[in-house]
């Protein structure tokens, strides 16, 4: 759905960013996303809506929603840095899947994407800990459901709520000079 060059855009603009030592913050995350899928006229910018009220979830949000004549998605954004960050990394990577079950749980067939750029603190963790997350941080695709969910922390569960099983497949993946890494996936219910 998203073209390798809007996506190689997205890149740059986000090693510019990191470049700059300017104050990172996932909506800065959000907006060098939209401005490299506009700059390659993937969609308007006023068929973009922010913070959508989700459909099924109560006083729940959707980061994004884009609906155009060539595409209708739902994405959600993550920025996991270390920088000000007590948060335990279980928390973070419950966090992370909590935004796949809010995905997954909506209806209809329009196209759900997780964008997640970290830091070298939660990059490391997920190979680190190879044995709960390979599946998901060394494959290209796979399933989120009970069975994996059975080897994570109860940290995790308790921050990730409730399965929705799903198939969460790497649409683009790529690791930056700076230790950071970006990853799009695309969410499917199963």
Not at 129 to 146: A, I, P
């Amino acid at each position: 759905m998203f073209q390798d060059e809007s996506l190689k855009l997205f890149q740059k603009y986000l090693e510019d960013r990191l470049e700059t030592n300017i104050h990172l913050t996932e909506d800065s995350v959000r907006y060098s996303f939209f401005s490299a899928l506009t700059a390659q006229n993937a969609f308007e910018q006023h068929e973009i809506t922010l913070e959508l009220p989700h459909p099924q979830i109560k006083n729940a949000e959707i980061d994004t929603y884009i609906k155009s004549k060539n595409i209708e998605a739902f994405l959600e954004f993550k920025y996991h840095r270390k920088s000000n960050s007590t948060s335990p990394k279980p928390q973070k990577a419950g966090s992370l899947f909590k935004d796949f079950i809010r995905l997954s749980s909506l209806n209809g067939s329009a196209k759900k994407y997780v964008v997640y750029f970290t830091d070298s603190e939660m990059a490391t963790y997920f190979h680190k800990h190879n044995s709960q997350y390979s599946d998901f941080w060394s494959k290209q695709s796979f399933e989120f459901d009970d069975i994996f969910l059975s080897k994570t922390t109860s940290t995790f569960k308790k921050v990730c709520g409730n399965v929705v099983d799903c198939k969460i497949q790497t649409v683009f993946s790529s690791c930056l000079a700076t230790g950071h890494e970006i990853r799009v996936y695309c969410v499917t219910a199963i």
